[in-house]
């Protein structure tokens, strides 16, 4: 017997090839005042409302915590029982995503790593596979919008590891979208927003809460269904 075709409802609900995928924590928020990934919003923590949207897409998701003190159970809804994903850790001190970016490439077990804010709860998933689409010959895929890079919606190749970690020995903490500006070693595929408009065209991906009125704009928008 011939093998069935896979038609477009099996590509969009297989996993995504050769991809990690990485939830970064971050810990304490100074503008928010607290830490973003255990606030609630209609009763689940925005980290599980992450976690629920990537996990079906990959076949390894990670979380990255700063520490072995920061209790990632939580953050989920069912506390007892083994974590449904694998929890690592910052090697490097200091603080930003660069460094938990930089335990997931060395951790991670595909090529490439999917690495995404814990407070970004609106996830599109076919933007997802869309930007997963464009990464043969790149190093890195990065989404733009608004004129700022996403770099925390975005893709990375374990190739990223060595420059990034010259970079945070050298700096200490610092930011991913001048890493990917100013690292001649790395060849960065930018997805425009003529081409995220496409799947994602009230760019609800990149909505984050970084304060407390982002936050609140989020709740009015559950609230409304839209």
Known sequence: VAPRKKNKEDMMTARIKNVSCVILLGGESKRMGKDKAGVKISGKTLFSMVYEKVSPLFDEVMVSARDK???VKKLMKKKAGPLPFRVVYDELPGRGPAIGLLSALKNARNAWVFA?????PFVN???IRCLAKRKEGFDCVIPVHGKRLQTLFALYKKT???PLFSRVKKRGSPGLAGFVEKSASIKVRYVTEKEIKKTDPGFESFMDADTPEELSLMRK???KGV
């Open 116 to 120: 995404i804010g814990c407070d970004s």
């Open 69 to 71: 003190n920061y209790d």
């Open 160 to 162: 990223c590891f060595a």
């Open 221 to 223: 928008k559950l609230k």
């Open 125 to 127: 998933s076919r933007l």
